[in-house]
């Protein structure tokens, strides 16, 4: 697969920094931009046409520390219906982008400890084919579970769609190591043992 194809299949929505790490120049990006072989839809944002525009890829890669959580990790695993309202990014202690650029997509951040802030990570694609870097769903289950901010029905109807894509035990194991690390007193397992019956 040459470089350009590379990128449109890991990411159709990109920035000029992603274009960069696979090998072309401005000067490239912007023949391409004047053949039609890519669009430039903001100001060092470009999409492959065909594709609409993947705003959670987007942000992925221009807030490469941040990580998708709660409602937003929900969307991207398929968990949940919810639109949504602002993105979801956790970030490790001691990060922090600007007010302003967290404002303008509307990101709610939230900051954990390193060895919290790690826990679970992975890469994932989105509905637009799109690369982001998103906590598990074991991971994101838990978190949401024990949010205090997050509606009880988004919380029962992601463990029903959770339970409904049958899990291996391989992911319970993971999922319950996770809750023994994180929460170690969380309901979730319980009221999972309740629902399986």
Avoid: C
């Amino acid at each position: 697969m040459n470089t350009l194809a590379q990128l449109e299949h890991d990411f159709p929505t990109f920035i000029y920094k992603t274009a960069q790490e696979y090998g072309l120049s401005k000067d490239k990006i912007q023949a391409l931009t004047n053949d039609g072989t890519i669009e430039k839809i903001d100001r060092g944002v470009y999409i492959f046409p065909g594709y609409l525009l993947d705003e959670f890829s987007l942000i992925s890669q221009k807030f490469s520390r941040g990580v998708f959580s709660l409602v937003s990790a929900l969307i991207i695993h398929d968990l949940t219906d919810e639109m949504p309202l602002h993105y979801d990014l956790t970030f490790p202690q001691g990060y922090h982008p600007s007010a302003a650029s967290l404002k303008k997509y509307p990101i709610k951040a939230r900051y954990l400890s390193k060895n919290r802030y790690l826990l679970g990570i992975e890469t994932s694609r989105t509905e637009n084919s799109g690369t982001v870097q998103v906590y598990s769903k074991e991971r994101t289950l838990l978190d949401t579970w024990e949010s205090k901010q997050i509606q009880p029905y988004i919380k029962n109807d992601a463990l029903k769609k959770y339970l409904a894509s049958s899990p291996s035990a391989e992911k319970f194991k993971s999922l319950t190591k996770i809750k023994d690390e994180l929460y170690p007193n969380s309901s979730l397992l319980k009221v999972m043992e309740v629902y399986m019956q």
